[in-house]
């Protein structure tokens, strides 16, 4: 998601950050505008270097571009491109290396920006350094990060994002679409792009796109199957649930971690019909995406994970909506199935396959 460091200056340009698919296509689009007259006064530089001597060696082929103006006169635009030694590395971090930029820095104080453009692109950088400082008050920055979808505000920014990125492509996503992809595919900006073109090459000449589409067309993780088997069981589709219980199986999942998995869903399904039911829970429709809004003392009582994270907006959102259509008290008893089905399989000698099955087609019909 790209963050502007300054507002825009004319001159020169850093556009880096995590996403390296994000970083790619903003200068893919920038340098054409930036683009000289003469094709002959526009200079690449590869400047992916892992040690301190080749990271030296491309700082100096940047030195030499800047400071060598085009024979014919005119505009000159140099691209060091995808430089990998402003991160906090330990490339990055030599001393050497850090008074080489400084260098360029002096280099750049000098040089008229109508004579000579500067487009660095970049992976992640270290702010602190006197380079980026001194970079941020000559030109414009910006920086495209990948996401952290532990935290609920950049989750939600980049369901938003994806949604966008659907219309782009001039699809329609239809209700849950957007967040089941970012569940799919995590914040994978390109792999995110690279589905949203296949999925227009598999419905064309449609242009809306459903989960069924999703299920179809998008690769079928170990985690995406494990979700897809959470909603089945969730909105009573006995046949589908128990189709991908076997396929789980047959990717090698165990019966004991299936029913912890599912144990996980269906207690919160059953918590957030209850907190739906006790008016401690709202639904909230934003066009094509679904969000929760919950009192502080439901959200007290929401489950966290290992890492002490609670579950997502669109998760519990998505839990909730499917579940609904049950009451809390049902799911209360499907929990209580659950605990039988873990004593079954931890105690019992039988087929665990079967068991596990069975107890899938009753919470299915619970």
């Known amino acids: 998601m790209p963050e502007n460091q300054s507002k825009r200056k004319p001159g020169h340009w850093l556009i880096a950050g995590s996403d ?17 007259e003469d094709p002959m006064n526009f200079e690449t530089i590869d400047a992916q270097a892992e040690l301190v001597d080749a990271a030296l060696q491309k700082l100096g082929q940047l030195q030499e571009a800047l400071l060598t103006l085009p024979f014919f006169g005119g505009a000159k635009l140099v691209h ?13 971090r030599s001393e050497a290396v850090l008074d080489a930029w400084q260098g360029v820095a002096e280099s750049l104080k000098r040089i008229n920006p109508g004579e000579v453009t500067l487009v ?29 979808l532990s935290k609920g505000r ?50 064309h000449p449609e242009k809306t796109i459903t989960e069924e589409h999703l299920r179809t067309m998008v690769a079928s993780t170990r985690e995406s199957i494990i979700w897809d088997l959470n909603d089945a069981v969730i909105e009573g589709n006995t046949t589908h649930a128990v189709y991908l219980v076997r396929q789980l ?22 918590l957030g019909t209850h907190l739906l039911e006790s ?20 959200m007290s009582l929401m489950p966290v994970n290992k890492k002490g994270e609670q579950p997502s907006g669109f998760r519990l959102a998505r ?18 199935l659950l605990h039988d089905l873990a004593l079954q399989l931890v105690s019992s000698g039988g087929d665990r396959r079967r068991i596990l099955e069975a107890a899938v087609i009753r919470l299915c019909e619970v």
């Open 20 to 36: 390296e698919f994000a970083v790619k296509e903003r200068v893919r689009a920038l340098l054409p505008q930036l683009a000289p």
């Open 80 to 92: 060091f491109k995808s430089c990998s030694f402003l991160a906090d590395s330990v490339t990055g």
């Open 154 to 203: 950049d989750l939600q920014a980049f369901v938003a994002e994806v949604e966008g990125y659907f219309r782009e492509a001039g699809l329609v996503p239809g209700h849950g679409v957007a967040e089941q992809m970012v569940e799919l595919i995590g914040g994978n900006t390109r792999a995110v792009h690279g589905e949203i073109e296949k999925l227009a090459l598999y419905v």
């Open 279 to 298: 008016k401690q829970l709202r639904l909230v429709r934003q066009g094509y995406r679904l969000d929760v809004e919950v009192t502080p003392e439901g």
């Open 120 to 148: 660095i692109s970049a992976g992640p950088v270290d702010k602190r350094r006197s380079f980026f400082k001194t970079f941020s008050q000559l030109g414009t920055v910006e920086f495209f990060d990948l996401p952290d």
């Open 319 to 336: 839990v909730v909506d499917k579940a609904g259509k049950r009451s809390a008290a049902r799911w209360f008893a499907a929990v209580g």
């Open 249 to 270: 199986l047959a990717q090698g999942e165990s019966e004991v971690g299936m029913g912890i998995l599912l144990a996980g869903q269906i207690r919160l399904a059953a």
